[in-house]
């Protein structure tokens, strides 16, 4: 069984950068692809950002492109999201996932495609 851990969140001012790390860990971690994930009070969870496992692939939701990047270390099995530019509307619990199976690009944008959640780190940016 997999577990995600996120870290790095806290309060920043507009303008300023996170840097949110995903560790996985269990007996035989495997990947397709790794998405962050955020969800503000009273919205639906929304992607951010996912990068696949093996090729590096990368995608991003429109509002935070220029501004976030994802990667990751396969040796470590951890994703970072690179949080850059930060805004009010950024503000949100992010959230980390996995999914462990083959699947065209658009399915990474929807939370369904993933099997592997994480228990979220919070993200404010005061204006």
């Known amino acids: 069984q997999v577990q995600l851990v996120e870290s790095g969140g806290g309060l920043v001012q507009a303008g300023g950068s996170l840097r949110l790390s995903c560790a996985a860990s269990g007996r035989t971690f495997r990947a397709y692809v790794m998405g962050w994930f955020r969800q503000a009070p009273g919205n639906e969870r929304e992607f951010v950002a996912a990068?696949?496992?093996?090729?590096?692939?990368?995608y991003y939701r429109d509002s935070v492109k220029g501004r976030f990047t994802i990667s990751r270390d396969n040796a470590k099995n951890t994703v970072v999201l690179q949080m850059n530019v930060l805004k009010p509307e950024d503000t949100a619990v992010y959230y980390c996932?996995?999914?462990?199976?083959?699947?065209?690009?658009?399915?990474?944008?929807?939370?369904?495609?993933?099997?592997?959640w994480g228990q979220g780190t919070q993200v404010t940016v005061s204006s």
């Open positions: 990068i696949t496992w093996s090729g590096g692939s990368t």
């Open positions: 996932a996995r999914r462990s199976t083959p699947g065209p690009s658009i399915s990474y944008y929807y939370t369904s495609s993933y099997d592997s």
